[in-house]
């Protein structure tokens, strides 16, 4: 073999630089994610739409200042030239904008408990709909997984008289936006920017419509609430572009566990910051989550395991 035709070497120390990178990003993101009801319960006598119309509107221009800086404007350009990329952009912009509206609401009216069971059971509901959808195979252990997460959510039923549906629409919203969000034909800094400037469209219309009609919260209202409002969009954008930024730099099964920092930090403030009630259904509820996970984490692994050293065998 020539030297021309020889693969390039990877440089093991350019590897463990982007991977630590990548780590940080998303560690960063993951922890801003995890503080975000804090942000959200200070502005919890605001109306929820409203909250979530400033989050898309001071969303755009942090979107498009990251666009600008990458250099991948001709991305959203070409994107706003086809009919099919943008509805695929407003569908996954409608899901979004639902489970924003909800998580923002949930918090408000103390039930941040179910949010964050919520973003426990995304995971799990990704799974399943891989396997129905996609026809893809479930191991074993992914099977007792759901069902156990399944499980978890019958438990709630019986305890509340009724369905958890906070946790159902915000893990079903999410699951549905990424499984969607995998068909958009542009990255993850692009797509974000391109939702929510189809997003801003509407949220710019209510905003004028409350203000028109003296109801809106920004202009007449405390300077401090006008100042939170802003801080909706940086609150909403950068820890969504630090983790495309991660994403990008790790491992699939890396960021798989790591999603779990977020809702384990929203559970903990839930419980002992809000002091919101713990009883012991939701316990046994949560138990049975985290037993799932611990599954679902472990078949990821040791699947990644195994191909890794059949690859090793097939290359030997």
Request: overall charge positive; some cysteine.
């Amino acid at each position: 073999m020539s030297a021309e035709s020889a693969p390039a070497a990877i440089d093991p120390q350019a590897h463990d630089h982007a991977a630590t990178r990548g780590f940080l990003f998303a560690l960063s993101a993951y922890g801003l994610w995890g503080f975000l009801p804090l942000f959200l319960k200070l502005v919890a006598h605001l109306p929820a739409v409203e909250v979530l119309a400033h989050r898309v509107l001071w969303s755009v221009p942090i979107a498009g200042v990251v666009l600008v800086a990458l250099g991948r404007t001709a991305d959203v350009k070409a994107a706003l030239r086809s009919p099919r990329t943008l509805a695929m952009a407003a569908l996954t912009a409608s899901l979004i904008s639902i489970n924003w509206g909800i998580y923002v609401w949930a918090i408000a009216v103390e039930r941040t408990v179910e949010a964050a069971l919520g973003y426990y059971i995304n995971p799990l509901m990704t799974v399943a709909m891989a396997a129905v959808f996609l026809r893809e195979k479930l191991s074993r252990s992914q099977v007792v997984a759901v069902g156990l997460a399944a499980l978890a959510v019958l438990v709630l039923t019986v305890d509340a008289g009724g369905l958890p549906w906070i946790s159902l629409l915000l893990a079903a919203s999410f699951a549905v936006y990424g499984f969607l969000r995998k068909t958009l034909p542009i990255g993850p800094s692009q797509g974000f920017f391109l939702e929510v400037l189809i997003l801003s469209v509407p949220s710019l219309a209510y905003v004028a419509w409350l203000q028109a009609h003296g109801e809106s919260h920004f202009l007449a209202s405390q300077p401090e609430d006008m100042l939170l409002l802003v801080l909706c969009g940086p609150a909403t954008a950068v820890p969504l572009l630090l983790y495309g930024f991660g994403a990008k730099l790790l491992r699939f099964s890396t960021i798989g566990i790591m999603q779990y920092i977020a809702p384990t930090m929203v559970f903990l403030i839930a419980v002992f910051v809000f002091r919101e009630p713990f009883g012991v259904w939701k316990m046994v509820a949560f138990a049975l989550i985290w037993i799932a996970l611990a599954l679902y984490s472990w078949s990821m692994f040791s699947g990644r395991s195994a191909a890794t050293s059949g690859a090793a065998k097939t290359i030997g």
